[in-house]
């Protein structure tokens, strides 16, 4: 995640789970409302099969679903789920990893979102569909944790 992007505050790349994603933000495309990321897919995170445990790889599909909203309301708001549903393709090695998030529809009570793995190469590991409420963006000083 580029700590200069407009779409993301300072504060932004120091999220807990930023780092433990290994999340890095590569662009927005405001016409189609998607936000590409890439992430660094550690050791940690996978298990002796080799690929992303299945409730991480939720936790990749919503950040990058998550991030697309935020940019579409410029850093303004955060989406807060209410459910999140994906389906496991094929297992998600250690390595890199290619996150594609979309806006299907934003309005002033719901959100919905859609998400996809890919491995570089272009190839789908995983996608998800997300419904959640809009909130503002909390901060480490709104959360009280900075």
Request: no cysteine; hydrophobic share 40%.
């Amino acid at each position: 995640m580029s700590l200069n992007d407009t779409h993301y505050p300072d504060d932004a790349g120091q999220s807990p789970h930023t780092a433990l994603l290994g999340s890095e933000f590569v662009s927005w495309d405001e016409a189609a409302q998607t936000v590409t990321m890439r992430f660094t897919v550690k050791r940690e995170m996978t298990t002796w099969r080799g690929g992303v445990q299945g409730g991480l790889v939720a936790g990749y599909l919503d950040d990058v679903m998550g991030y697309a909203y935020v940019a579409s309301t410029g850093g303004e708001m955060a989406p807060l789920n209410l459910d999140l549903t994906m389906s496991l393709i094929r297992l998600i090695p250690e390595g890199p990893l290619i996150g594609k998030g979309r806006v299907v529809k934003a309005g002033k009570r719901v959100i919905f979102l859609e998400g996809e793995l890919l491995a570089e190469d272009g190839t789908l590991h995983a996608r998800a569909t997300s419904t959640a409420i809009p909130t503002p963006r909390p901060t480490p000083t709104t959360t009280g944790m900075g």
